[in-house]
């Protein structure tokens, strides 16, 4: 697929005036990933009222974003360093980036629509060589392929809003194209999450999450493997698949909940151990997993419907490649779920107090897209999987229908993964995994041997 032609390129702007001043970051949004994450949508051509005139679909998608963006104003904003490896959020209306861009290829040239080199042309690149407060926080990008098909994607920083408010804002911004009220207002104050609010004293929990993830025996730094190229593949499950993991997790293993294994805590197992045996570890390599916890619902009282910003927090599960191998999956499974239950409110609390006590937040950032390699790596020996399985991901409709596919944007870190539902399958899922290519034809055999 050849490189895209762009056509039109612009700022928009808050379509009212909005609150112009600084917001306050919590400390979940200056951790983690705090650069842009891509998402992407392919549409069908539109109908024939959205092709008279030929500027119908830009124009309605500007003028409605110029609208969302008065309710969710945060992201027409511009971040800035404030020493200490910190970050505020300046509101002043400086805009969002949209831009319209033609390609030679047809959609059917992209096959079954996954992730791949090509992708690079269809997302909006955001140009880290300029300060942070030059950044838009938003970056759109329409592309129009030869058989008249669409794809729309998504850049969105991370410091400014996890998955759950990325697609709370895009999925209201549809509403709007389409003529519809605002279906839930995104809520501003991260007062709720930030450290010391409510003036309660937490006592300072064990916080693996915070600590560096293990490095291959033998190696003092992780800077070779981070160098390592890697590949991006999608793999399915049918629900029968999914079903045969749970009752391998679940066979003979007496947990320690009560309740048998979920979806997440059996598959992320299974990948977990799969990693392990494709990437050839000793038996006493150590091997941490990074599990993302929303700790919406988990707060006492949960935070308000639609809070707005970073509530997930990284929670690790450790254990030594040798133990998870030859024990049965329900071993790493069980690992898993006792990450996943200690995310309470005392837990959540006491990392935000520990995070506001740090001198510097710079290692607990991931800045890989920035050159930075001080933050944590999920690369080999480790693996961060993240659940989309309850997110309203699917049904973007900006008024010329649904797409026919969605996915993640480019993503090329080694050990990243997502497990999505399969829309096109009841009960089946969809594993998006990036690892070394080194690794990837090892890791498909003993992804599928045992469940085909």
Known sequence: MAAVSFKNRCTVKPAEPTYNGIL??????????????????????????????SDKVFKTLKDSLSFALV????????LRWIGRGRLE???????????EAESRAKLEDLGDLSPRPEYNYLVPAVDYT??????PLVLVQLTRFQCGGISLSFTISHAVADGPSALHFIFEWARIARREPLGLPPFLDRKVLQAGE??????????????????????????EERKKKTTVCMLKLSETQVKKLKNMANEGHCNDIGHPFSRYETVTGHLWRCACKARGHKAEQT???????????????????????????????????GELVSKPLGYASSKIRRAIVSVTEEYVR????YLKNQPDLTKFQDLHALGGDEGPFYGNPNLGVVSWLTLPIYGLDFGWGKEIHMGPGTHDFDGDSLILPNPNEDGGLIVALCLQVCHMEAFKKHFYEDII
């Open 89 to 99: 959020l300046e509101c002043n209306a400086a805009g969002v980036e949209l831009v």
């Open 198 to 223: 409510p003036p309660v004293s937490y006592p300072l929990l064990d916080h693996a999450e915070f600590d560096h993830p293990p490095l291959l025996i033998g190696q003092t730094d992780n800077i």
């Open 24 to 53: 306050p970051l919590s400390e979940l949004d200056q951790i983690g990933t705090i650069t842009h994450i891509p998402t992407i949508y392919f549409y069908q051509q539109p109908s024939e009222n959205w092709l008279n005139p």
């Open 287 to 321: 091997t941490a997993l990074g599990v993302c916890v929303d700790s919406r619902s988990r707060m006492q009282p949960p935070l308000p419907l639609g809070y707005f910003g970073n509530a997930t927090l990284d929670v690790i599960a450790l254990s030594r490649s």
């Open 71 to 78: 309710h969710f104003y945060p992201l027409a904003g511009r």
């Open 130 to 135: 300029l300060p942070i407060q030059e950044l």
């Open 350 to 353: 006491s990392g935000i107090e």
